[in-house]
């Protein structure tokens, strides 16, 4: 079993460690284990990789292991952390909002996810945050019935990263 005790970098942010990702992958030589994102949050877990290697993490507490994250780097191989994808909740802002709802739309859609506690991810007019059953998405449609005009409401399936502060906690 090897023993890993930090996190050495992240292939999505440093493009050494990227470059070093591809040449080891390219040589076959690289590993993953795969965890769920609320195993994210654990400094002590034990996982076997993709190949095998028995790995046991004990990192620093308060670290969070996001997908690409390099927890092992030798000349024989790497080891990287990869999230499991999980099913969200797709929230678009259509780009119909005329001037008198441009205060309701955002605040209405806000206070609501808010209250529910949800972490989230923002990319351009979507929202993102993840969901345990279909049903939630009826209830958000009802929710947002009033404004619905201007929103649409999927489900989707995605590597789920929250942005930074809005993974306080989850009920």
């Given at each position: 079993m090897i023993t890993i005790d930090s996190v050495i970098g992240n292939i999505n942010?440093?493009?050494n460690l990227k470059r070093k990702y591809n040449e080891m992958s390219d040589?076959?030589?690289?590993e993953a284990i795969k965890i769920s994102r609320l195993e994210s949050q654990r400094v002590?877990?034990?996982k076997t990789s993709n190949k095998g290697?028995?790995?046991a993490l004990?990192?620093?507490?308060?670290?969070q292991l996001r997908h690409g994250?390099?927890?092992m780097v030798t000349e024989e191989k790497m080891v990287i952390v990869e999230l499991e994808p999980e099913n969200v909740a797709m929230i678009e802002i259509k780009d119909n909002i005329r001037d008198h709802d441009i205060i309701e739309v955002p605040v209405r859609v806000g206070h609501t996810i808010g209250n529910?506690?949800?972490?989230?991810?923002?990319e351009r007019n979507k929202i993102y945050f993840p969901i345990q059953a279909d049903s939630e998405l009826e209830?958000?449609?009802?929710?947002f019935a009033p404004i619905a005009e201007h929103l649409e409401i999927n489900k989707t399936t995605m590597v789920f990263e929250p942005e930074e502060g809005t993974a306080i906690h989850e009920h």
């Open positions: 942010k440093n493009t040589k076959k030589v690289c002590r877990m034990r290697t028995d790995i004990i990192l620093p507490q308060g670290t994250d390099v927890i529910l506690h949800r972490p989230l991810k923002l209830m958000f449609r009802k929710l």
